[in-house]
Structure formats: structure tokens, C-alpha cells
């Protein structure tokens, strides 16, 4: 483990490799965000769920999990470096004000960069059969109170639509309601998917699911069950 992420389970190589950036709410000591500490704990911090999926589909052979270990606010690593969302002064209408003013390239250096490194890495010493880059989203926004987020995941993907065309009839056959690039767009918000994937031609996975569906235990171990089935499918069908 280090300041900017923590592995979960034995990577290997023909296995699956979860990723989730945003799977911490935790705060150095010595940065101050300056916000109702009450918002740590809401979707502008950290992806409610995904670490205890993660901490779930680990359990099995063959899955390991990369998760990030600083909460968004400090620094987003599903940001690019350029981006200046990566070190947000606003998250869903709510001012950050510690991240005013600050060395952006010190904060970028500490979290930012460490977390992308570690992942190439990761990927290029054992190569898994598919990548699961998995987040979480709000199904209200603070700031648009009246845009209702009805699905149950979304899927996301760039130029390469592989993983998310084979996972959608699995998903939609397990009763659920699938958001094509909703909430939001793997062409728009995509580093994870721009530098450690698409560009090198690795399979993957990119889903958001609904948060409401995974805050507790039980809801998080039911989608971990269900996104191991799936991951193991699409990686059979994409290595024949």
C-alpha cells in the first residue's frame, strides 16, 4: 500500500485486474479541504460501494484489485494531469477551498502520477484477460435536483466498444436497466481508459453503478458476484 493506492488480492497474468480510482474517502493529515467534513462521506469524496466490491471479487483466484487511496478531492487519478478537475476547486456545486492556491505539481507528484505508474506497471508485468475499471454515481445530483438517474449501471467505453457491447445483454439479462455511456461519457472523462487500455489495446470493462444499489454489504457482495461472472465471460469470449 502507499499514500496514493492499495492492492488487494495476487494479480496474474490471463486474470482480472480491478481498478478503482476512486475508492477512498481518506484525507491526509496534512491537507485541509476545508468542507463539511458531512460531504466526506457523499459521491463528491469517494464512490460509495466499489471498494467493497472490490474487497469481495478478490476473494476469488485470478482477481486482483488496484484502489485509490486518497479521496477524489484530493486528487483525481480518473482526471488527466491537465485537467483541472484533478485537483477540484468545486465538486457537484460545493466549493472546495483548500484546494485554492495550492502546488498543483506538488500535489500531482505525490498522488497522481505514483497511481498511474504503479498501474502501468501492474498491467505490463501480469497482463489480465480483461480490466475492470468500476465506479459508482449518484442518482440525484445536488446541483441538478430535478435530472433523475434511473439506470442501474452505465458503460462507458472510448473507440473500443468490445467489453461494454458482450456485458450489456449479460447485464440486461440479470433484469437490470443499462445506460449506454450514461451517466456519463468514457469519450469525455476516459484517462483510465486513454493511457492504460484503449491505447495499448487491452480488453476491458468500464461500469458505474448506481450508488444506492451498493451502499451496504449486502448489495455490494451481490454485484461482486455478478460482475466476477461477467468479467470471467467477456475475458473467455475475447481471448477465442
Same mark, same amino acid.
Given at each position: 500500500?502507499?499514500?496514493?493506492?492499495?492492492?488487494?488480492?495476487?494479480?496474474?497474468?490471463?486474470?482480472?485486474?480491478i481498478v478503482?480510482?476512486?475508492?477512498? $474517502?481518506?484525507?491526509?493529515?496534512?491537507?485541509a479541504l476545508?468542507?463539511?467534513?458531512?460531504?466526506?462521506?457523499?459521491?463528491?469524496?469517494?464512490?460509495?460501494?466499489?471498494?467493497?466490491?472490490?474487497? #469481495?471479487?478478490?476473494?476469488?483466484?485470478?482477481?486482483?484489485?488496484?484502489?485509490? $487511496?486518497?479521496?477524489?478531492?484530493? =486528487?483525481?487519478?480518473?482526471?488527466?494531469?491537465?485537467?483541472?478537475?484533478?485537483?477540484?476547486?468545486?465538486?457537484?456545486?460545493?466549493?472546495?477551498?483548500?484546494?485554492?492556491?495550492?502546488?498543483?505539481?506538488?500535489?500531482?507528484?505525490?498522488?497522481?502520477?505514483?497511481?498511474?505508474?504503479?498501474?502501468?506497471?501492474?498491467?505490463?508485468?501480469?497482463?489480465?484477460?480483461?480490466?475492470?475499471?468500476? #465506479?459508482?454515481?449518484?442518482?440525484?445530483?445536488?446541483?441538478?435536483?430535478?435530472?433523475?438517474?434511473?439506470?442501474? =449501471?452505465?458503460?462507458?467505453?472510448? $473507440?473500443?466498444?468490445?467489453?461494454?457491447?458482450?456485458?450489456?445483454?449479460?447485464?440486461?439479462?440479470?433484469?437490470?436497466?443499462v445506460g449506454? @455511456?450514461?451517466?456519463?461519457?468514457?469519450?469525455?472523462? $476516459?484517462?483510465?481508459?486513454?493511457?492504460?487500455?484503449?491505447?495499448?489495446?487491452?480488453?476491458?470493462?468500464?461500469?458505474?453503478?448506481?450508488?444506492?444499489?451498493?451502499?451496504?454489504?449486502?448489495? @455490494?457482495?451481490?454485484?461482486?458476484?455478478?460482475?466476477?461472472?461477467? =468479467?470471467?465471460?467477456?475475458?473467455? @469470449?475475447?481471448?477465442?
Open positions: 500500500m502507499s499514500e496514493a493506492y492499495r492492492l488487494l488480492g495476487t494479480p496474474s497474468a490471463g486474470g482480472i485486474l478503482a480510482d476512486h475508492a477512498s $474517502n481518506r484525507v491526509p493529515d496534512d491537507i476545508g468542507i463539511d467534513p458531512a460531504l466526506m462521506s457523499e459521491h463528491i469524496a469517494i464512490d460509495i460501494g466499489v471498494a467493497g466490491i472490490a474487497e #469481495h471479487m478478490v476473494r476469488h483466484d485470478g482477481v486482483a484489485a488496484m484502489l485509490g $487511496n486518497v479521496s477524489r478531492l484530493v =486528487c483525481d487519478t480518473n482526471r488527466t494531469e491537465t485537467d483541472p478537475a484533478a485537483i477540484p476547486e468545486a465538486s457537484d456545486g460545493h466549493p472546495i477551498p483548500g484546494n485554492i492556491g495550492i502546488d498543483r505539481e506538488a500535489r500531482l507528484a505525490r498522488f497522481h502520477r505514483p497511481f498511474h505508474h504503479r498501474l502501468t506497471r501492474l498491467l505490463a508485468d501480469t497482463p489480465p484477460a480483461l480490466t475492470l475499471i468500476l #465506479h459508482s454515481y449518484t442518482p440525484r445530483l445536488a446541483s441538478r435536483p430535478d435530472e433523475l438517474r434511473p439506470w442501474h =449501471c452505465g458503460l462507458l467505453y472510448d $473507440n473500443d466498444d468490445r467489453g461494454a457491447r458482450l456485458a450489456q445483454p449479460l447485464l440486461e439479462a440479470d433484469g437490470l436497466v449506454d @455511456q450514461l451517466p456519463y461519457s468514457g469519450k469525455v472523462y $476516459n484517462a483510465a481508459i486513454e493511457r492504460h487500455v484503449e491505447s495499448a489495446g487491452r480488453a476491458y470493462l468500464y461500469i458505474e453503478v448506481r450508488q444506492d444499489l451498493i451502499e451496504d454489504r449486502a448489495g @455490494q457482495a451481490e454485484w461482486a458476484e455478478r460482475l466476477e461472472r461477467i =468479467c470471467r465471460q467477456i475475458g473467455a @469470449q475475447l481471448a477465442r
